[in-house]
């Protein structure tokens, strides 16, 4: 049994909770920055922060977040963006990133502000969406994750202003779950937040969605 000393968020990931050998890997991984904090892909200070949040349990981890939630998260989402020749690395904070989620959602609001606050210039969902686009080195597990965390954000900023990148990744969700790309669990659990909304639910019945889902399942 693992004992709360231990205990990190990155653990409430989908993905580690469903697989032991992954929970195993990251009880004793824990990411470091500093080959890359001299070359300027991170803004000053953003390793500094990581390694103040990887050093706490996950209670630390929590506090960290109620406090100052938006430095961490543009901290994690900057890796994601701008780190990834290391993709060893953008998988622990991709994973920690829906950890975080699914171990309270209220977090999802944290992301929801940063994208509707312009002055901040951090496009949330174009980060992940073009990650999930271009990132060729990213396994199932951690574009399970980063569908799972975008597909949350996208249905809570809701379908009026993100029209575009919201049929953009039902498509994507639908192609790369027929090219096996990301899991049959991945592609439901993403697909159950996009259709929550209606806009959404109503052109996937349009384009025979749920039929076409099921035999992709199958083959």
């Known amino acids: 049994s693992m004992s709360l000393a ?29 080959h890359i904090s001299n070359t300027g892909l991170l803004s000053a200070g953003t390793t500094e922060v990581i390694h103040e949040f990887l050093r706490g ?9 109620r406090e100052n939630g938006e430095t961490y998260m543009k901290a994690f989402l900057q890796v994601v963006e701008k780190v990834q020749s290391d993709i060893k690395l953008v998988k622990y904070f991709g994973l920690l990133l829906e950890g975080i989620i699914q171990d309270d959602k209220r977090t999802i609001q944290v ?69 096996k790309s990301i899991s049959t669990f991945g592609f439901t659990k993403s697909m159950m937040c996009m259709l929550k909304m209606g806009e959404i639910t109503k052109q996937f019945a349009e384009s025979g969605g749920v039929k076409k889902t099921c035999e992709s399942s199958a083959r």
Do not use: C
Not at 57 to 65: P, Y
């Open 6 to 34: 231990q205990e990190k968020l990155i653990f409430y990931s989908t993905p580690v909770i469903n697989q032991q050998a992954l929970l195993i890997e990251y009880m004793t991984y824990t990411p470091d920055l500093d």
């Open 111 to 179: 992301l929801v502000k940063m994208q509707k606050n312009f002055k901040n210039k951090m496009d949330v969902i174009g980060i992940l969406l073009s990650f999930l686009m271009s990132s060729a080195g990213a396994d199932r597990d951690l574009k399970d994750s980063i569908s799972h965390l975008l597909s949350q954000v996208l249905a809570t900023l809701g379908f009026k202003g993100f029209e575009t990148i919201s049929r953009d990744f039902m498509i994507w969700l639908r192609n790369a779950h027929d090219s």
């Open 57 to 65: 349990t996950a209670d630390n981890q929590r506090v960290h977040l």
